[in-house]
T-cell receptor
Framework: EAGVVQSPRYKIIEKKQPVAFWCNPI?????LYWYLQNLGQGPELLIR????????DSQLPKDRFSAERLKGVDSTLKIQPAELGDSAVYLC???????????FGQGTRLTVV | KNQVEQSPQSLIILEGKNCTLQ??????????LRWYKQDTGRGPVSLTI?????NTKSNGRYTATLDADTKQSSLHITASQLSDSASYIC???????????FGTGTRLQVFP
């Protein structure tokens, strides 16, 4: 069975440009997470979905970040416009339910120049 | 404030040696505590997950312990291998919100 799939693996963009990341969770997993991870730090939650509903987006910078999970399956995370400080690894994870084991994708490494 | 703190921040050991990583948390109430291994450039991979009623769980050469009274956990690695070189992250799940609270990790390097 395929794990959590993210694309692209790497992305380099100029500041002020838009960028989008895509995540396909493990089949049947209702909960989907987007995390941001800076070098040498633990992941920080951006948004958590239960099916298609965003149940925790308190840490999502809504002025420039947006996310959607239409149909409660795959999800996209968008940044517009990107800033230099957005350079980080963006991780997607999924779990059957909120309190069960979370499986992570390999992440998208974003570099903003 | 719900926090997870790990020590040491980094650790270097020789291949074949044992080591123990520490995790202290203030998350309350909590439902489970997890240890993840994260190789460079990869996403975290789950090693163990323990509920408050469990005090030890093993996964091959990895053994996690949990003391819910003192809010401490440890991850013991036996007979280390070069492939154990990675970051090890302690994660605590908050009981009421299901929110995962991550530690900053311990960076382990195993040398031959």
């Amino acid at each position: 069975e395929a794990g959590v799939v993210q694309s692209p693996r790497y992305k380099i963009i100029e500041k002020k440009q838009p960028v989008a990341f895509w995540c396909n969770p493990i089949s049947g997993h209702n909960t989907l997470y987007w995390y941001l991870q800076n070098l040498g730090q633990g992941p920080e939650l951006l948004i958590r979905y239960e099916n298609e509903e965003a149940v925790d987006d308190s840490q999502l910078p809504k002025d420039r970040f947006s996310a959607e999970r239409l149909k409660g399956v795959d999800s996209t995370l968008k940044i517009q416009p990107a800033e230099l400080g957005d350079s980080a690894v963006y991780l997607c994870a999924s779990s059957l339910e909120g309190d069960t084991e979370a499986f992570f994708g390999q992440g998208t490494r974003l570099t903003v120049v | 404030k719900n926090q997870v703190e790990q020590s040491p921040q980094s650790l270097i050991i020789l291949e074949g040696k044992n080591c123990t990583l520490q995790c202290n948390y203030t998350v309350s109430p909590f439902s489970n505590l997890r240890w993840y291994k994260q190789d460079t450039g990869r996403g975290p991979v789950s090693l163990t997950i323990m509920t408050f009623s469990e005090n030890t769980k093993s996964n091959g050469r990895y053994t996690a312990t949990l003391d819910a009274d003192t809010k401490q956990s440890s991850l013991h690695i036996t007979a280390s291998q070069l492939s154990d070189s990675a970051s090890y992250i302690c994660v605590v799940s908050h009981y009421n919100t299901d929110k995962l609270i991550f530690g900053t990790g311990t960076r382990l390097q195993v040398f031959p």
